[in-house]
Nanobody, 118 residues
């Protein structure tokens, strides 16, 4: 499984960004694709995820109502629409994939930097 993340950038607080994760190499409905982030000096945390079937989503409480994760079946991407961004959303965002039965994220894309200015 290969993952390629894109879409980061600099935005003012209250603004929006859309991240995209292109997946290839045999990913199927046994997997979940997620977005995780790591801010400077902090541990990496789970942000949002969606099953490859698109039937189930998960979010960390701090982004509920602001972020939406979705799957584009034609482009084979998992997108993260981020609205009402806050400075505390500033982080390096990674897309990752894991089997639904697993607890650990097995496959990782490169990070994409999101910076939210106040």
């Amino acid at each position: 499984v290969q993952l390629q993340a894109s879409g980061g950038g600099l935005v003012q607080a209250g603004g929006s960004l859309r991240l995209s994760c292109a997946a290839s190499g045999g990913i199927d409905t046994r997997y979940m694709v997620g977005w995780l982030r790591q801010a400077p000096g902090k541990q990496r945390e789970f942000v949002a995820g969606i099953t490859w079937s698109g039937q189930a989503t998960r979010y960390v409480d701090s982004v509920k109502g602001r972020f939406t994760v979705s799957r584009d079946k034609f482009k084979n991407t998992v997108d993260l629409q981020m609205n009402s961004l806050k400075p505390e959303d500033t982080a390096l965002y990674y897309c990752a994939a894991k089997l639904l039965s697993a607890s650990e994220w097995r496959y990782w894309g490169q990070g994409t930097l999101v910076t939210v200015s106040s």
